[in-house]
């Protein structure tokens, strides 16, 4: 895991300005972690600073922007990590961590292997939506 600043925009509608820090720290936590955030899995926020005064906008919303220090996952193509197998069919081995999905097909594995397995891997390719889709091959 990696730590990375991310830079945000936060928009509050009048009727939550009552407590408009903690809506803030909401919005981060609803829609910022366990998220895909330009191509990062954010694992945990670990801390929020607004940057800058709020500016209100012509439809009478506010906008924060906001720094979150985050610890993230970035699976790197040709990066190696341990991949556990959770599931398994006639095309491959899958591993299946929040909004991450690893596959390896059967022809890329050295060797057979069974659910609850635990090899090491390097991711080959990675598709990036609302979740992190990558294709590994076996190391070993």
Do not use: W
């Amino acid at each position: 895991m990696q730590i990375h600043e991310l830079i945000t925009s936060v928009y509050l509608e009048p009727i939550q300005f009552n407590n408009a820090n903690a809506n803030v720290l909401k919005y981060i936590d609803n829609n910022i972690q366990d998220n895909v955030i330009n191509g990062l899995y954010v694992n945990q926020v670990l801390n929020v600073r607004i940057l800058a005064n709020p500016k209100v906008l012509l439809n009478g919303n506010v906008k924060y922007d906001v720094e979150c220090k985050c610890e993230v996952i970035d699976p790197v193509v040709g990066s190696t990590l341990p991949f556990t197998v959770t599931s398994v069919n006639k095309v491959g081995y899958f591993s299946k961590d929040k909004k991450i999905s690893y596959f390896m097909p059967l022809h890329y594995s050295k060797k057979t292997l069974n659910i609850n397995d635990q090899i090491d891997v390097v991711v080959v390719g990675k598709r990036i939506e609302d979740n992190i889709v990558c294709i590994v091959k076996s190391c070993n």
